[in-house]
């Protein structure tokens, strides 16, 4: 199965700013929606920001204001603006798109963030 292609995770200091990409391969089509979601450890998946194809972003409480999700349909990328990074934000950052048809969602490996104190 095609796999999303992440980047742009690293080490930041807590007040940074990261840009996650994420690729988009082009056997995947029919996308309602797009997202990042991250994983920190010992915890659960959670959501961090979507974007309906046409529609308005949608962000956790946590990151609102602080982080961005845009798409460029033109490069076939999705991207995540983070600001004003805090150590809570360490986590694996995962890139996601819901799509019309089978198999309806797919992921890519991730890309790891950390903030540093």
């Known amino acids: 199965q095609e796999q999303l292609v992440e980047s742009g995770g690293g080490l930041v200091q807590a007040g940074g700013s990261l840009r996650l990409s994420c690729a988009v391969p082009e056997i995947v089509t029919s996308i309602n929606a797009m997202g990042w979601y991250r994983q920190a450890p010992g915890k659960e998946r959670e959501l961090v920001a979507t974007i309906p194809t046409g529609g308005i972003a949608n962000y956790a409480d946590s990151v609102k204001g602080r982080f961005t999700i845009s798409r460029d349909n033109a490069k076939d990328t999705l991207y995540l603006q983070m600001n004003s990074l805090r150590p809570e934000d360490t986590a694996v950052y995962y890139c996601?798109?819901?799509?019309?048809?089978?198999?309806?969602?797919?992921w890519g490996h991730g890309t790891q963030v950390t903030v540093s104190s």
């Open positions: 996601n798109a819901e799509t019309e048809f089978y198999p309806y969602n797919y």
